[in-house]
């Protein structure tokens, strides 16, 4: 059983850039959801992609965007990165859209927006 | 929305002595409250949950205690051992479909040995 990788694992980007985050999804699984940890805060949550969908999301401005591909894999695209955007990003796979049961977290993918 | 309190933020015992962890919410809607730990430079990881109809749940060393009138659980951690280090979070969640689980600002738990 494969478990859930992000890429890259680290990148520097300036204010105003664009990233794009990846993330492969635990096999089986087909739902994914992207939380934004800032140093020494809780995960907070962006959004969730469920069967290609985007199926729920949180407290963050249009320039997060994010897309799941049919083998259930993401991507989390961030436009006009400001100094603030510089935290933890983490993917999580799950079934079923749910919002309840085990979230699998990937080790993250740390964003430094200079 | 809801909001998710933790306490302590720090929190360091001795090996062998139990630890406790605290939270609050604010939704009286919330069903569903999971726990992850979280290692040095890895993702959180569940270890252990607990759904609004039951009011304690234990897995080995670790019990979780939910108090639905007052709106708190906490984490019981029994018998620490130094790999208990680590920092914890509480969550809740509405349950449902595209709900968001909504996390505390977590707990850094240092086991002295």
């Known amino acids: 059983e494969t478990g859930v990788t992000q890429s890259p694992t680290h990148l520097i980007k300036t204010r105003g850039q664009q990233v794009t985050l990846r993330c492969s999804s635990q096999?089986?699984?087909?739902?994914v959801s992207w939380y934004q940890q800032a140093l020494g805060q809780g995960p907070q949550f962006i959004f969730q992609?469920?069967?290609?969908?985007?199926?729920g999301r949180g407290n963050f401005p249009p320039r997060f965007s994010g897309l799941q591909f049919p083998n259930y894999s993401s991507e989390l695209n961030v436009n006009a990165l400001e100094l603030d955007d510089s935290a933890l990003y983490l993917c999580?796979?799950?079934?079923?859209?749910?919002?309840?049961?085990?979230?699998?977290f990937g080790e993250g993918s740390r964003l430094t927006v200079l | 929305g809801e909001n998710v309190e933790q306490h302590p933020s720090t929190l360091s015992v001795q090996e062998g002595d139990s630890a406790v962890i605290k939270c609050t919410y604010s939704?009286?809607?919330?069903?569903?409250f999971p726990w992850y730990k979280q290692e040095l430079g890895k993702g959180p990881q569940l270890i252990i949950d607990?759904?609004?109809?039951?009011g304690e749940k234990k897995d080995q060393r670790i019990a979780v205690t939910l108090n639905k009138t007052a709106k708190h659980f906490s984490l019981h951690i029994t018998e620490t051992q130094p790999e208990d280090s680590a920092v914890y979070f509480c969550?809740?969640?509405?349950?449902?479909?595209?709900?968001?689980?909504?996390f505390g600002t977590g707990t850094s738990l240092t086991v002295i040995p």
């Open positions: 999580a796979s799950s079934f079923g859209g749910a919002s309840t049961g085990e979230l699998f």
């Open positions: 096999s089986g699984h087909n739902t």
């Open positions: 992609y469920y069967r290609e969908e985007e199926n």
């Open positions: 939704d009286s809607a919330s069903n569903y």
């Open positions: 607990i759904r609004s109809n039951v």
């Open positions: 969550a809740a969640s509405l349950g449902g479909t595209g709900n968001q689980f909504y």
